[in-house]
């Protein structure tokens, strides 16, 4: 089985990509010194909310995923974020990969309520490799799986999740409704001349006494 090691050394918007992306930068290590030919790396990214403190505003919004501050010693547990792939080129010891994460603005995702949530501080993070290791062992090559038990942990900083966003969603997100609801909706701004869903949804919050 293979020896990889594989930490996390940055992370960074990626600033020309289609969807809103998040370049973490690997550091990939094997320590037997034979070369490696190629790497099909997959990782699953997992959120620790219990890793970290909450301001009373964040407690707040977060509200519908954990529920009341009290019961978060039993809500409070990892959860999925995402999945992710590289494939790294050969090499003889170490070399960084850029793993390439699209991030979703999706409301209706839990990550997304989440990473929303968040004011300031750091995201903790665990990824979880898997994949297959192609290399040369004693003149012989061999096809071997990436261990299970190769993780690493990180503390992604708000502010980059939040410049990422910015990049793509400058000071906006993304809320998902039903057809039939759009439809009331466009009546609703069309029949009071409103000219922007902005516009729209503040009337509707302040007919709604909120």
């Not at 990214?45 to 009373?56: F, V």
Request: net charge negative; hydrophobic share 40%; aromatic share 10%.
């Amino acid at each position: 089985m293979s020896d990889l090691e594989i930490e996390v050394i940055g992370c960074h918007p990626e600033a020309y990509a289609a969807v809103p992306t998040l370049m973490m930068r690997l550091a990939v290590t094997d320590p037997s010194g034979d070369p490696v030919h190629t790497v099909a790396l997959r990782t699953q990214i997992q959120i620790e909310p219990q890793r970290r403190r909450y301001s009373k505003e964040e407690e707040a919004r977060l509200l519908e995923l954990f529920g009341e501050q009290p019961q978060w010693g039993e809500s409070l547990r990892p959860f999925l974020w995402t999945h992710a792939t590289a494939m790294l080129t050969g090499f003889t010891g170490r070399t960084e990969v850029d793993l390439p994460i699209t991030c979703s603005y999706d409301f209706e995702v839990a990550a997304a309520k989440y990473l929303h949530a968040l004011e300031d501080g750091e995201i903790p993070l665990v990824l979880l490799f898997s994949g297959t290791v192609f290399a040369r062992r004693n003149g012989v090559v061999s096809v071997q799986p990436v261990p299970w038990h190769v993780e690493a942990n990180y503390r992604l900083p708000v502010s980059v999740w939040r410049d990422m966003m910015d990049l793509y969603f400058p000071n906006s997100g993304w809320i998902r409704l039903r057809r039939d609801t759009i439809d009331h909706l466009t009546r609703y701004k069309a029949e009071r001349a409103i000219p922007t869903w902005d516009d729209a949804f503040e009337l509707m919050l302040k007919e709604a006494g909120a």
